[in-house]
């Protein structure tokens, strides 16, 4: 079982920053591909950024890349998303997500693929 713990959302102005951590602790988490979704009101959860395992790869939806960055840090089993220049339209719960031990060298993008979720955390991005 993968028990995955977000933190850092909050409340910023449009153009503002914030740092999402997803603490995920265990043996296998350097085997493990990592993402982050999101889900806004009314809206269905969406893509954001993935990491393959051995953090030499990302992905990112066209919507946010060139904003944020994903990385991962093995030695302590956490993963982060650097939010930069913040838009309105970034407001949502954001959820950390973990695929079963996988030796991937590509950074995985499907929801159907991850296993294991977060709580989630609000970011809320005010104009």
């Known amino acids: 079982q993968v028990q995955l713990v977000e933190s850092g959302g909050g409340v910023v102005q449009a153009g503002g920053s914030l740092r999402l951590s997803c603490a995920a602790p265990g043996r296998t988490f350097g085997s493990r591909a990592m993402a982050w979704f999101r889900q806004a009101p009314g809206k269905e959860r969406e893509f954001v950024a993935a990491i393959n395992p051995s953090r030499t790869s990302t992905s990112y939806a066209d919507s946010v890349k060139g904003r944020f960055t994903m990385f991962r840090d093995n030695a302590n089993d956490t993963v982060y998303l650097q939010m930069d220049s913040l838009k309105p339209e970034d407001t949502a719960v954001y959820y950390c997500?973990?695929?079963?031990?996988?030796?991937?060298?590509?950074?995985?993008?499907?929801?159907?693929?991850?296993?294991?979720w977060g709580q989630g955390t609000q970011v809320t991005v005010s104009s």
């Open positions: 997500a973990a695929t079963r031990v996988s030796y991937t060298s590509i950074p995985v993008t499907a929801m159907g693929r991850y296993g294991y």
